[in-house]
């Protein structure tokens, strides 16, 4: 990677991180309003096969043999999808910008548009949770800014900035040149003392990070070694931050 890019890509970064990262889980309304737009609140819906020819905003068909491989998404289509693939073993909601969220039971997954290909989408943030929602700031986080005018790259990350609550993978669509970040281990088992935030039940459902601009705290070094794919905290941005001149994308929860 060219100086140059590297330094492109730590300025988007901290972009990324400075719009609302601290506050970063929105429903679907706030999300629209800061992340871009184009809003998919009246978006169709179908189950079970690919998604339609008409301009429908949302699909969701169950899971063929690979659960990336999807079928609800066009690549070429003129417009800018991303599928939420269920690969844990519980049901899951997701949520995040400019969609509608939903439900995805084991091996399902879901497509929505966020726009077209060429318009800038700025600052979009996607998460999950299965069971108990452990609230605003105790997500896995999928952050993306797409169609920039930089090179008309893509510019994506997983964040542990402030938390981790699920496993999470990005993949560039047919685009296997482009890098996918994943994590792929649940965080939560190991997460140190005081990162756990818990249930009703006593069960820890997210490993929190208690000061997300301390590089030294524990949950973030213990984040650090887990997984360099994704931000540890918030400067992290030498190996964390992804780009690609793409179009489509999967958000993969347990991959």
Known sequence: MSQHWKIAAALLAFALLDAGCADAEQDASSGAASGGSTSVSSASSSTGGASSSEASSSSTGQSPS?????????????????AFVNKCDRPLQFLGSLIDGGELDPG???????????????????????????????????EMTLNTDFNDFDWYNISH??????????????????????????????????????????????????????????????????????????????????????????IVFCP
């Not at 997954?109 to 929602?133: H, I, K, N, Q």
């Open 108 to 142: 399902q997954f879901a497509c929505r548009d966020v726009g077209t290909s060429e318009e800038p989408l700025s600052s979009l943030r996607y998460w999950a949770y299965a069971g108990s929602d452990p609230g605003g700031g105790r997500h896995t986080l999928a």
């Open 66 to 82: 690979n659960p990336v491989e999807v079928d609800c998404r066009t690549p070429g289509d003129g417009r800018s999808t991303l």
């Open 161 to 250: 900035v402030d938390a981790h609550n699920l496993p999470m993978a990005i993949v560039p669509v047919a685009l296997p040149d482009c890098r996918t970040l994943s994590c792929p281990e649940s965080l939560l088992a190991r997460c140190p003392e005081v990162g756990h935030h818990k249930d009703p039940s006593g069960a820890t459902i997210s490993c929190v990070s208690p000061d997300r601009d301390d590089p030294t705290n524990p949950v973030a070094a213990y984040f650090e070694e887990q997984c360099k794919d994704a931000y540890s905290w918030s400067g992290d941005d030498q190996e964390s931050m992804a780009a690609c001149a793409g179009e489509d994308y999967d």
